[in-house]
Every structure is written in C-alpha cells, then in structure tokens.
C-alpha cells in the first residue's frame, strides 16, 4: 500500500474520569525539581557531559510473540490482519522477534554504546482484556528485558501505550472514543508501576497523540492508522484527542502513586516545530505565533504543558473544539518531570501581514526527503523544537529529551547484507548538530533516542520502509549493524557530532 496520498500525521499541521483509576495523589510523588541548564562541555561541538544517548523502538513494531503467554489481541493486530490496511498484508505476529531475542539486542545496544533504552509496554500483553486481572507472565517479559539491558549498564525508559491499545476495550466502549478509557489507562498504569518501578524509573505515558487519535480515525473515511475508523465530523475527532489528554493525565498521577520509588514521568510527543526562513527577530516572532497555534501544539502539548488549550487554536475551531467538562483540565495538566520530543520534520514560516502575523511556507514535491512521502529534512526543526517548547508553556527549564528522530533510507543491503546507508548519516549529522547548537546555547536538552534501534513494522507501511540503525532480515531474523550504526557508535564515543 503506497502511504503517499493517504491521510498523513504530519501534514495536518496547518464529569470526571470514569471511576476506577487510581488517581489518589501522594504516594511516592517525585517531581523533580528541573533539570539544570545544559551546559556544553569538553570543547566546540560536544554535548554536555551525562547526555543521554539512546535508542528506541515500540512494542507492537518490534515485540512479535503476538499471541504468546497470554497476550491478548490489541487493535494493532486486527487492522494489519484485515486486508488492504498494510503494504503486503505485513502484520507484527513476528516483527522482529524481540519476545526472544532481547538478550542479542541488548547486546547490539551495548556495542552500539547507547547507555538509555526506549521501548514500549504492550498493553494488552499486561491486561488482555485492557482491564482487570493482570497477566503475570506479560509482566514477567518486562521483568527480563529490563534485567537483560541492566546487565549492560542500559537504563529502561519505558512509553506505557504506542498505539496498540486492547481490542477489548475498542469492542467494549469503542477505545479512545469513549472517556472510560482514561480510567482503564490509569488503572493499567498503575499496575504496571506498581510491578516494574523497582526496576523502571523513567516513563512516558503515551507516544504522539494525534498520530493514533487523528490517525487512526478519518472524517467520512477510514483513518490509515488503527483503528481505522470513520468519525462524521472533526469535532469527533478533537473529541478523541481530547480522551487520549485525560488518560495521559490519568496515567501521571496513577504511575506516581503506584510506584515504590522516586521515578520521572514524561510523555513523548511529535509536536509541530517552525523554522523562522531567516533569523531575524520578526520571523522568529512569527515561529512563536505559529508554534502556540499549531494543532499538535495547540490542542495536545499546551493544554498539557499549561492546562490551557491555546486561544488562537480555539478560535481557529469554534466548530469543532473538543467539549471539555469540569475538571478535566486539571487532570490533564500535570507536573512533568521532562518532556519528550518525537522530531521527523517541521515547516518554515516567516512573519506576515495578516490576522495570524505569520505564514507557514510550502513544501513542494522536490522538496528532499528522508524515503517516506511526508518526512521532509529539516534538520533546523530539532532546534526550533527544543528552543520554542519552554517558552511557549513558560517552562523555560523543562528538560527535554529527544525521544525519536530517524528517517526511513532508500539503501539496498549487498551480499555481505550490509546496508551502506549513507542518506541516514546525512540525516543525523544534520540533526545532530542542531541537537548540539541547541545545548551549546544552553537550551535544557539532555537525551535523544534514535529511531530507531532495529528495522521493524513500520504501520501501515508494513516491513517496506526500514528505519533500523541495524537491518533486520525478516526472513532469518539476522540483525547486521548498518553503517549509521557505526557512525552513531562514533558520535557516543566522542559525544561529538563525527
Ligand atoms: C513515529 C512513531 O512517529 O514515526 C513510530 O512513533 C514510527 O512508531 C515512526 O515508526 C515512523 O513514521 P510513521 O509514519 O511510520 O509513523
């Protein structure tokens, strides 16, 4: 299935909780205080010292062992067995075997150098039927690949839901159109702090909400993303976004409360990033107006970050704002011990004589890319990123981590099976030094994940686009290191761009 003229995350830029979650405050509640600024060291070019290196994969794209110990069905799995959904009817029964192989991926992971894991916990792994009796051998899986990634001196930072929510909650209540499942998301939570956090300290509620709560539903069309439904209107659709806020807001309190140590809470999102087209002071006025108004930022980080959906943002969408009922900001805006930052892509925008101030500027077909139809380079839009976020919510010293950047490469692998991916290392060094521009200015960044550790299921796109700093064969599971990972091994090494 060709992705091109599908509905595309990317290029939208332009009462109470249901009883049952564990929302009780107190506990072992540990907000940090925040992170200092960074502070470049060891010369021109480096990153701070302690900058975490890492990398990340989730679990419906790498785990495999889809019906093994218990492990209930999650929406992933009926969208990519029903036909037409992914390219080739590629599905993630297999994937990249990961259920079995963490011990050789930790392994790769040790090589590489990387010191900071990032994966996801399949929900439905935990609870089968997305509530209720928890499946102890699920959790035991965690249990290994943690102690296996420990065993080299790997911290786990763990997403608690990329995208594979339970098929039993879609069939119960209809998933992430029902506010239920804020509390269901709680309780899950929970139980997953209460039995990991000895050994997980850092964790991200929920990975990029308008991919799965946009992407996945289409107005008078099917969403290209899980569950794939059609919804009637827009509203319907915010409306979603909006349950999704409540459970990352749910999953705070409960990961706080249920967990026995000190931990640190973030939640990983690919919010919009503008480029001012020249650096000039009215531009990057223009990029801060953009910024607060974009739909990612708008109506997913500022109501997070702030407790506040943006003005501009609601003005924007009498119509179809989201209904938001009492409380339900409060919950939603939580203290954050970091922020998590999914950067791809983004747009340039300069200053305009409208109503808005700015105008965003088109990417035309040409435009280079990095082997998928809407992941335009745009290296700047890391730095932008991490600058724009903190004044923006007014949290100037918030941390911020760089929980995804990648791109798919367009390198055939030889006889030898090594992909010699020269267009993923132009991609890196390109994000990597405005990674390093941004710290050197002592913007708080303090960590980036690759994305991503392994080829693996890439959604819709099934096995046909590959983002793996190491290749995998899918037909003999051989992992072979590409030449971006040695290149990244470099990068770490010298903690420099190479
Ligand atoms: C990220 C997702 O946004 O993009 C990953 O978190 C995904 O899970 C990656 O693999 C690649 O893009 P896409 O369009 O396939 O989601």
Known sequence: MNTKNQFSRRSFIGTAVAAGATLAAGGSSTVAAEHPRSQSTGGPGSFPKDFWWGSATAAYQVEGAAAED???????????????????????????????????????????????????????????????????KGVDYYRRLVDALRQHGITPHATLFHWDL??????????????????????YAAAVAKR?????????????????????????????????????????????????????????????????????????????????LTETPENIAAARRAFVRDNRNGAILMPILTGQYDAGWLEDHRASAPDIADGDLKLIHQPLDGLGFNCYTGAYVRAADNPKGYETLPMFDGYPKGNMPWLNILPEAIYWGIRLVGEAANRKNLPIFISENGCADGALPSADELVRDTDRIMYYRAYLRQVQRAAAEGYPVIGYFSWSLLDNFEWACGYSKRFGLVRVNFKTQKRTPKLSYHWYQEVIRQNRVV
């Open 70 to 136: 218990g492990r209930g069905p999650s929406i992933w799995d009926t969208f990519s067995h029903t036909p037409g959904k992914t390219d080739g009817g590629d599905t993630g029964d297999v994937a990249c075997d990961q259920y079995h192989r963490y011990a050789e991926d930790a392994k790769l992971m040790a090589d590489l150098g990387v010191k900071h894991y990032r994966f996801s916990i399949s929900w439905s792994r935990i609870l089968p039927e997305g509530r209720g009796t928890v499946n102890e």
């Open 166 to 187: 339970p098929q039993a909650l879609q069939d119960r209540y209809a998933g992430w159109q029902s506010r239920e499942v804020a509390g269901d998301f709680g309780d």
């Open 196 to 276: 990991l956090g000895d050994r997980i300290k850092h964790w991200m509620t929920i990975n990029e909400t308008s991919s799965f709560a946009i992407g996945g539903y289409g107005v008078g069309k099917a969403g290209n993303k899980a569950p794939g439904i059609a919804v009637a209107t827009e509203k319907a659709r915010w409306q979603i976004v909006h349950n999704a806020l409540l459970a990352h807001g749910a999953a705070c309190q409960a990961i706080r409360a249920a967990s026995p140590g000190r931990c640190s809470v973030a939640t990983a999102e690919d919010y919009s990033s503008f480029v001012p």
